[in-house]
């Protein structure tokens, strides 16, 4: 299903994780298109972006304790060996209501692994120059739930092609992505000035982001600013060796947050019974 303007144009994926399979903007992908065969989606990290819900990233080995209560959530991507991401981005989705602009996927989860049932909306508009994407979760269990929320857009790599983000911090982590120790940015991951997407190397989340990035194609003349809201104060960037896109996932926690000392202080809120958790970005594109 597509939802579009005269200037942009995105596709929207319910059943195939809640994704977006492209973003288009002036007729030129923004995001890693589709990567389908015959028409099916073998996995939706291969789409252009997917929510996480009701967890951003890794909880190690998917045990973690909250308000007493245990969890332990299989590990859902692969041979990696720790639990990532949530639930929303590997199952059904449905439209709640769409026009031609706009559209609204809702996904409900009933306590299981994730011992908490919730649901979660997707609300996508688009409106002139802009793509406004949000996303919430709401605790639907009699009892206080830990929560986070995020999204995971998959952009286009070319050669020349630019970020510029507001970051200070940065987690190192262990070599499976925990993190182990907060440090100041280094140089070789400054965002703070435009840097060439081809000259990073990194799979970090950066801490006490501003909530605003930047991505310029000089190849395609184009450029889009990204506002993210309040609750999303802390930047995955994820640069792949020799592959055709990078990730700029605006999240509302660190990883592992739920294993942290403090969880509210790595981000984690807590939900109440009927409580909701809500934040949204901002895609504004422009010509260059």
């Known amino acids: 299903m597509i939802i579009s303007n005269s200037q942009i144009d995105v596709g929207v ?7 977006l399979s492209h973003l288009r903007f002036g007729g030129r992908h923004v995001f890693r298109p589709l990567a389908a065969q015959d028409g099916v989606v073998r996995n939706p990290i291969d789409t252009g972006c997917f929510p996480l819900v009701p967890f951003s990233n890794r909880i190690a ?39 031609d602009t706009t559209g609204e996927m ?12 919730y649901s979660s909306c997707q609300r996508l508009l688009v409106l002139g120059d802009s793509l406004r994407h949000e996303i919430s979760v709401t605790n639907k269990s009699p009892h206080p739930m830990p ?46 000035n435009k840097r060439h997407v081809s000259r990073l190397s990194v799979d970090h989340c950066f801490a006490e982001w501003n909530g605003w990035a930047r991505i310029e194609w000089p190849e395609t003349g184009s450029a889009v600013t990204i506002s993210a809201d309040e609750p999303f104060d802390h930047l995955v960037v994820f640069v792949p060796q020799k592959e055709d896109f990078f990730c700029v996932e605006p999240v509302s926690h660190m990883p592992n947050a739920l294993n942290q000392n403090d969880p509210a202080a790595a981000g984690v809120v807590t939900l109440k019974p009927k409580q909701e958790l809500a934040a949204g970005v901002t895609y504004h594109f422009e010509v260059i």
């Open 13 to 19: 994926q319910p059943k195939w994780g809640g994704s």
């Open 61 to 99: 080995h998917g045990r973690f304790t909250f308000d007493g209560r245990k969890a332990a959530l299989n590990p859902n991507m692969g041979d990696h060996p720790h639990a990532i991401h949530g639930q929303g981005w590997l199952s059904e989705w449905n439209w709640a209501r769409k026009t």
């Open 106 to 117: 809702l996904f409900d989860h009933q306590a299981a692994e994730w011992p908490w049932s």
């Open 147 to 192: 929560a986070g929320i995020g999204l995971h857009p998959q952009f286009i790599r070319t050669p020349d092609c630019s970020i510029q983000a507001g970051t200070e911090f940065v987690w190192l982590t262990t070599p499976d992505g925990i993190p182990t120790k907060k440090v100041p940015v280094p140089d070789e991951w400054e965002l703070s």
